[in-house]
């Protein structure tokens, strides 16, 4: 089913499942996910909502540019997170995004002016789904350190 595929390019199967809006994502390295719609038009409360998984990718593709900075200053944190919360437009159809805000948290062994410009390198220059929706959607970050115990 899955062709070979470069860095650049994806080949990806969204399959249904037996309840009414269930589906499974899948990827040709045999990594799924599990999507579902909202409760309010007939969906479960099982797998993420594609808009979750958009605002997810957001944080998980800036979390390895950030990391990826990180490493190649030979740091690497003993705690990394980040919190995301998103808010789409009200009363639009599609209701798009209107601001994304990712609280990275990392502990106290990294200095936080590190950690700063590795998000703002992220944001604003190197994570592919921000520049996606940055056109569209104020995206706001936040750091907050965590003491090691």
């Known amino acids: 089913l899955f062709q070979g595929k ?4 994806m080949d990806l199967i969204l399959k ?13 390295r045999g990594a799924n996910v599990h999507l579902n719609a909202s409760p309010e038009i007939g969906g479960e409360a ?12 957001l944080s998980a593709c800036s979390s390895i540019d950030v990391l990826n900075i990180l ?6 944190p003993s705690f990394f997170e980040v919190h995301t919360t ?9 209701a798009i995004f ?17 950690v700063a410009r590795a998000i703002q390198l992220s944001v604003e220059k190197y994570c ?8 569209t959607c104020q ?9 090691i115990v």
């Open 6 to 9: 470069t860095n650049k390019e």
């Open 16 to 28: 249904k499942d037996s309840s009414a809006f269930g589906m499974e994502l899948h990827n040709e």
């Open 46 to 57: 099982k797998g993420f909502r594609p808009m979750e998984l958009l605002a997810g990718s």
């Open 98 to 114: 209107e601001n994304i805000h990712l609280e990275f948290r990392v502990s106290d062994d990294i200095p936080e002016d590190k």
């Open 86 to 94: 998103a808010k789409r437009r009200e009363g639009e159809v599609p």
């Open 128 to 135: 592919s789904v921000s520049k996606i929706l940055a056109p």
């Open 71 to 76: 490493y190649k200053q030979k740091l690497k």
């Open 139 to 147: 995206i706001t970050t936040k750091i907050k350190i965590i003491p």
